[in-house]
């Protein structure tokens, strides 16, 4: 994996901003990387493949976060009885 890439960002798609160049660029770049890895995780899971922490383990997130995200979509995670017994640890 590399240490760095260089990308080159339109100059309209930050226009308007009033910004401080490595620091908005850092959070536009960190929230953008966020939701890819929101999308791609809960596709997966809507696909039926996985579950929603294996999705968040698979994407690099917490499975809290990708929880409440897939909520926040009116995704609810499908729950069975053998899923509760594993979760209440029985």
């Known amino acids: 994996m590399r240490d760095h890439i260089t990308v080159e960002i339109p100059q309209q798609w930050v226009q308007g ?20 890895k929101i999308r791609r995780a809960l596709a997966l899971y809507r696909a039926g493949n996985v579950s929603l922490g294996y999705a968040a383990e698979k994407v690099g997130l917490p499975k809290r976060e990708l929880i409440r995200e897939a ?7 499908a729950f069975d009885e053998e ?3 594993e979760e209440l640890g029985k």
């Open 17 to 36: 901003l009033d910004w401080e160049q490595d620091a908005i660029l850092e959070e536009i770049i960190q929230l953008g990387i966020r939701q890819l």
């Open 71 to 77: 909520r926040a979509q009116g995704i609810e995670p």
């Open 83 to 85: 899923t509760v017994r």
